[in-house]
């Protein structure tokens, strides 16, 4: 066979394949490409719909990224919520988001403090001779700037108290206080406590307590507190009006209040925060009058009378229920002198009394 097809020649079949493999190459490598695109196109849009559309056949869509075509008219809200559903919407909780009370700030009281200034009570209680107990203004500062706005000097007070009698018997103590005051607004710059005490009352308690109170301004105090040789530094946000105890008493003697008003403020004695309250009742008697206010020529018929209550709260002003309310009673006159000529206060175990027995007279010349 091989013979016969040597000697016939090439045969016409094998010639033409021969011929048009190169067309048939180029054919098929295009045929491929084009197949290959069709199965990549294929792919890209079977993922596409594999991302918007989920495994669960649950017909929700990923949202676009672009911005709609057509704007959505809005809707009318849905109607409000009823039953279980209303209570978690607006649950009956307080809310914790507690804010500073907006108290006013206490009128201007240096118009009536003046240089050289000195009180001096006799202190009773229960009836019996307790102590002694003195304030004053010493000594007046000029702001180096000048007066206000450029600068504002300042006032020192100081007071002392001091007990005697049966209760030193138990225990003797001596409380010393100073303090700055603005001379122009009558706010606290800065404040010294020192107290001293002695005797049986004191055992297993600290015998001196020096606590200094920086008065920081917008109600930002700061204060150290030393018991012995232990010292505590805080840091507190107290009402913008908060006086220390010599301030406040000069605050409320000062006041001029008709029958039936009434002021507040606050008032920070060593750490305890306290509101203090005071309501004009006019004209009062005051039985016995002391007898330096005789010689200083006070008429019964002069005297006037300040109801005040102290209560124990916290920086929002709100009062500790496991405290007790104090009241107390200042006897004042109206005239330029602003004498305060007794406070009555009622403790736990019975009143406390200040009776006026010295009055000095503002130094010649004073401001």
């Not at 190169?22 to 490598?29: C, G, L, N, S």
């Not at 199965?39 to 676009?64: G, K």
């Amino acid at each position: 066979m091989l013979a016969v097809g040597l000697l016939l020649g090439p045969s016409p079949a094998v010639g033409a394949t021969a011929t048009a493999t190169p067309r048939d190459q180029t054919q098929i490598a295009r045929q491929s490409r084009e197949e290959a695109r069709q199965r990549a196109a294929q792919r890209v849009n079977t993922d596409e719909r594999s991302l918007r559309h989920s495994s669960r056949d649950d017909a929700s869509r990923i949202p676009r990224t672009t911005s709609p075509t057509v704007q959505v008219t809005p809707q009318p809200s849905r109607e409000p919520v009823v039953g279980w559903g209303a209570a978690l919407a607006e649950p009956a909780f307080s809310d914790r988001r507690r804010r500073l009370p907006l108290a006013p700030i206490p009128a201007p009281y240096t118009q009536a403090l003046h240089v050289g200034e000195r009180f001096v009570f006799d202190v009773y209680f229960a009836g019996n001779p307790a102590g002694l107990a003195e304030a004053g203004v010493v000594e007046y500062v000029a702001d180096p700037r000048g007066e206000p706005p450029q600068g504002s000097g300042k006032f020192l007070l100081e007071g002392r108290a001091v007990t005697s009698g049966v209760i030193s018997l138990l225990s003797s103590m001596e409380d010393q206080l100073s303090c700055w005051v603005d001379a122009d607004s009558g706010a606290v710059i800065t404040s010294v406590n020192i107290l001293d005490r002695s005797g049986f009352g004191t055992a297993g308690k600290f015998k001196k307590r020096v606590t200094e109170t920086d008065f920081e301004g917008r109600g930002h105090i700061r204060i150290v507190d030393a018991k012995d040789a232990k010292a505590t530094k805080i840091t507190r946000q107290v009402p913008r009006d908060t006086f220390d105890p010599l301030s406040a008493m000069a605050w409320v003697r000062s006041l001029d209040l008709d029958d039936g008003e009434t002021v507040s403020a606050h008032v920070l004695d060593g750490k305890a925060l306290l509101k203090v309250e005071v309501r004009g009742r006019g004209r009062a008697k005051l039985d016995p009058l002391p007898s330096v206010a005789q010689g200083l020529g006070v008429r019964p018929d002069e005297v006037y009378l300040l109801e005040g209550t102290l209560s124990r709260v916290d920086r929002y002003g709100v009062a500790h229920e496991d405290t007790r309310k104090y009241s107390f009673r200042a006897y004042v006159t109206r005239d330029e002198r602003r004498l305060l000529l007794a406070i009555e206060t009622d403790m736990w175990l019975g009143v406390l009394k200040l009776v006026l027995n010295r009055y000095d007279p503002p130094h010649h010349g004073a401001d």
